[in-house]
């Protein structure tokens, strides 16, 4: 059977300089493949080669296939077709990705009316499921609430709320979780994890906290410099690393980086 995403031989150059170097790897639908590396490594870049928005001067090479169908041949009308279907997206920043002018439920409902062919009701009924579902009228958010008036965590959820809204088969969440303190990120996380496994979701995670990796991830890929240099289930590569740089990588955490960039790691360059 294929995966659900097959990513074959990627690589991304910029202007000056490569960036990524032919990544190969896949996923399958409910299952959490979480991509590590210290800061500058190319994860980012990584996710936005999956959604079609890199930056101008950026170039992609190889295959990303997803559902078969190989996303670096779309053209622009097609990527609109498929983020926000297909393909879902969270960010870090909720505030930047939200309208401060526009109430959280007629946000919800503008990301439905966009993509589904619901009628007014039903697009109530399922904004108010979604925010049910997300946790945020649990936690006393009405529909009528402004982003201003939530806090981070709940802008977060209503964010999720979004991303979820078109039953996406892969999700992508680049350091979704990385500015909600430890509490509200775990919940976070588990909301999502138990969306992987219901809807058979796939979900492709960013994240510095090795921690949340370690519990939620099924797989996990290791990049230094835009190069893979190890990937594997999430057992093996945290309890047997192969590749010094992974090493470092846990050690650091280990030793209270957890939940700050991993940045740079002075000792340790990947061999040509
Ligand atoms: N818009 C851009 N223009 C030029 N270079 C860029 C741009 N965005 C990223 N880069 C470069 O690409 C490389 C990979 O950056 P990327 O943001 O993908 O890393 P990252 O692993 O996501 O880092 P972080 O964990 O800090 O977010 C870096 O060397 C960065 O300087």
Redesign the pocket.
Known sequence: MTSLLQVMDLSVH?L?RP?LHALSFTLEAGKILAVI??????????ALSLMGLL?A??QPHGEIRLNDENLLTLTEPQWCQIRGNTLGMIFQEPMSALNPMRRIGAQIADTLRLHTILTRSEIRDQTLALMEQVGLLKAGVNERAYPHQLSGGQRQRALLAMALACKPALLIAD?FTTALDARTRADVMTLVNQHTQTHRMALLM?S?DLGLVRHHADHVLV?KD?ICVEQGPTVSIFDAPAHPYTQALLAMSLHGAAHT??TRLPFYTVPA
Not at 37 to 46: A, D, I, N, V, Y
């Open positions: 910029s000056a960036i590396g210290e800061s500058g490594s190319g994860k980012s870049t990584l930056p001067g950026f350091e960013i510095h990049l835009g960039p991993l």
